[in-house]
Each structure stands twice: as structure tokens, then as C-alpha cells.
């Protein structure tokens, strides 16, 4: 059964760096698969942050893109979210997830992030 | 962008009855649509991918077609377990994927 937990503070600064790490259990990263990041701000609808292949090769939403950086440690088998320059409006729960074709089959149980001073 | 529409926001269905949920694209994404229930509290769970295939263990009461810009969920016969919100999401155009709004399915 596959697994993934997200892991990180749950409360940033703003103008700091948010960092997550998802950790996956029943499935080796580096046998295939795209890992992505998703949030979800509260009562609000889903956004897609970005994802990586197990290769390494990586696909940012244009509208965060300079500020993210997904990375995969397939010694450790996790991938990490690094958010930059934080404000409130990067408050959400985040979720990471295994996707195919980019279709998300799996998915941790999420993480809410509070960007506050 | 690909800007995913979903109608209507709220759907109020009786149980036993027949839900059909729309989503709709502001251009061709072929067949790489993907739908999504979330419940309160849980992760987005997948329904459907390739616009009418069932995803792994999602009961034969869900279906889904349509292709190029207007896609349906239909749900046959609601379930009490139904009662959710809905997301479509197009994968045709990577950067980025895009979601729908999301459709509220609450009991009438």
C-alpha cells in the first residue's frame, strides 16, 4: 500500500522560507512515477504547486515558479516542497501526491501551513 | 492557462438519486481529465481519469465522459458516502495543471 506523509512547521514567517518534506512508504521513488505538491487554502479550491519525476527532472506552476523548488532524495525516499518570501496568502493546507500521467492517485493527508508573525 | 469551469457550485440531490456535475475547459485538453472527491477534512480522493475511466476501487456508480472542452461526472444512485465536493483537473497542458472550482454535492 502506498503511503505518503507530509512533514514540516506549521508556522512560517512571513518573507521566510516554507519547507516540507514528504516521506513515502510502499512504493521506491526512484522506480517511476511524478511527485507533486498541491494546497489548498481554507474553504478554498485546490492549486497545483508543482512535481517531479523520479529522474529528477522538475515542473513549477508559472505563477510560483520563482519561488519553488521541489526536490527528491531517493536514498531517504521523500521529496521536498521549499517555498520562498512567504506571505498570508501562502496559508494552506498542502498535500503531496503520486501521479502517473499527472493525474494524482495518491495523496498524504495534507498539512496546513500558517504563514503569520 | 487552461481555466477548468465546474457548474453548478452546489448541487442538492436526494439520496438514491442521479447527480450529473459538469466541467467545462477554456480549450481543448482532449481526453486528460481527471475528477476528484474531497470530503471535510480528507485528502482529494481520484475518481476518474481519462475522462471515463474509474480509478482503482471507485464503485461502478461513477462515470464519467466527454472530451475536448466539456466533461460530466454522473454518480447513478447517491450513496450517503457521496455528499462531497467535486474537483476536475486537466493534465493535457502541464504548466500549469489546472482545477475546477469544485462542485459542493450536499443532501436535498
Known amino acids: 500500500q502506498v503511503q505518503l506523509q507530509e512533514s514540516g512547521p506549521g508556522l512560517v514567517k512571513p518573507s521566510e522560507t516554507l519547507s516540507l518534506t514528504c516521506a513515502v512508504s510502499?512504493?521506491?521513488?526512484?522506480?517511476?512515477?511524478?511527485w507533486g505538491w498541491i494546497r489548498q487554502p481554507p474553504g478554498k479550491g485546490l492549486e497545483w504547486i508543482g512535481s517531479i519525476y523520479h529522474s529528477g527532472s522538475t515542473y513549477y506552476n508559472p505563477s510560483l515558479k520563482s519561488r519553488v523548488t521541489i526536490s527528491v532524495d531517493t536514498s531517504k525516499n521523500q521529496f521536498s516542497l521549499k517555498l520562498s518570501s512567504v506571505t498570508a496568502a501562502d496559508t494552506a493546507v498542502y498535500y503531496c501526491a503520486r501521479a502517473l500521467r499527472m493525474d494524482y492517485d495518491y495523496w498524504g493527508q495534507g498539512t496546513l501551513v500558517t504563514v503569520s508573525s | 492557462e487552461i481555466v477548468m469551469t465546474q457548474s453548478p457550485a452546489t448541487l442538492s440531490v436526494s439520496p438514491g438519486e442521479r447527480a450529473t456535475l459538469s466541467c467545462r475547459a477554456s480549450q481543448s485538453v482532449s481526453s486528460n481529465l481527471a475528477w476528484y472527491q474531497q470530503k471535510p477534512g480528507q485528502a482529494p480522493r481520484l475518481l476518474i481519469y481519462?475522462?471515463?475511466t474509474r480509478a482503482t476501487g471507485i464503485p461502478a456508480r461513477f462515470s464519467g465522459s466527454g472530451s475536448g472542452t466539456e466533461f460530466t461526472l454522473t454518480i447513478s444512485s447517491l450513496q450517503s458516502e457521496d455528499f462531497a465536493v467535486y474537483y476536475c483537473?486537466?493534465?493535457?497542458?502541464?504548466?500549469?495543471?489546472?482545477f475546477g472550482g469544485g462542485t459542493k454535492v450536499e443532501i436535498k
Open positions: 481519462g475522462a471515463s
Open positions: 483537473q486537466q493534465y493535457n497542458n502541464w504548466l500549469p495543471l489546472t
Open positions: 510502499g512504493y521506491s521513488i526512484s522506480s517511476g512515477y511524478y
